[in-house]
């Protein structure tokens, strides 16, 4: 199985690149369901405004670094915060934010989502993927049994399971080489090998 990546995308990949071919310069205001997640802000830190994130990417050195540009959702528009300064604590982003320069300023965006426009993720490898681009996979056995389409990644501390929505409701995959044996980006296939009881299971 390639290797998955944690930035995760809530919205269609396909729309946000129609969006930015039309407009190459970026000029447009980017709509929020298109954009990747890679943090959500989990509180203030300190009483100098900076936050602390929990990172929904497998890069947060990188995507968090200073200079750096992520967007948040408050009151219905969507707002740039540039990152001026950051440093890891216990494999967390502790993250200073231009024009948030007080406690009160980073507790209110506690809770916040980070999310950036999926033309701004980091290229993979090709044997690699993101978990988004599963979103929209049809999910077969290999004997050709047809399971569902996959509506969504759900990450958890267990591991990252796949959710498929099928003709009886959804179904929860594990998102494991063992179980998972073929998995092909570009025809939108997972080719899955389930566990005995994992199907009923669901059922």
């Not at 231009?98 to 209110?108: K, N, P, Q």
């Not at 599963?134 to 267990?158: F, M, N, Q, Y």
């Not at 959710?163 to 080719?191: E, F, N, S, Y």
Request: aromatic share 4%; proline share 6%.
């Amino acid at each position: 199985m390639k290797a998955g990546s944690r930035e995760s995308l809530v919205g269609s990949p396909g729309a946000a690149r129609e969006r930015a071919a039309e407009d190459p310069e970026g000029g447009a205001e980017p709509l929020w369901n298109d954009m990747a997640v890679v943090g959500t802000i989990a509180r203030a830190h300190g009483n100098r405004g900076q936050v602390i994130v929990n990172p929904e990417t497998d890069f947060p050195a990188e995507r968090f670094q200073a200079g750096a540009e992520v967007f948040v959702e408050r009151g219905g528009s969507i707002r740039p915060l540039r990152i001026v300064a950051m440093r890891m604590q216990r494999d967390r982003p502790v993250i200073a934010f231009d024009g948030v320069a007080t406690m009160d300023d980073a507790e209110a965006l506690a809770g916040r989502q980070l999310r950036v426009p999926v033309e701004r993720l980091a290229i993979l490898p090709a044997d690699a993927f993101y978990h988004h681009d599963l979103v929209g996979c049809r999910v077969e056995t290999r004997g050709g049994v047809e399971i569902g389409i996959v509506s969504s990644v759900d990450r958890a501390a267990g591991g990252s399971r796949l959710i498929v929505q099928g003709r009886r409701g959804d179904v929860d995959i594990p998102l494991v080489a063992d179980i998972c044996t073929l998995i092909d980006v570009g025809a939108k296939r997972i080719v899955i090998e389930p566990p005995q009881g994992l199907l009923d299971l669901n059922e």
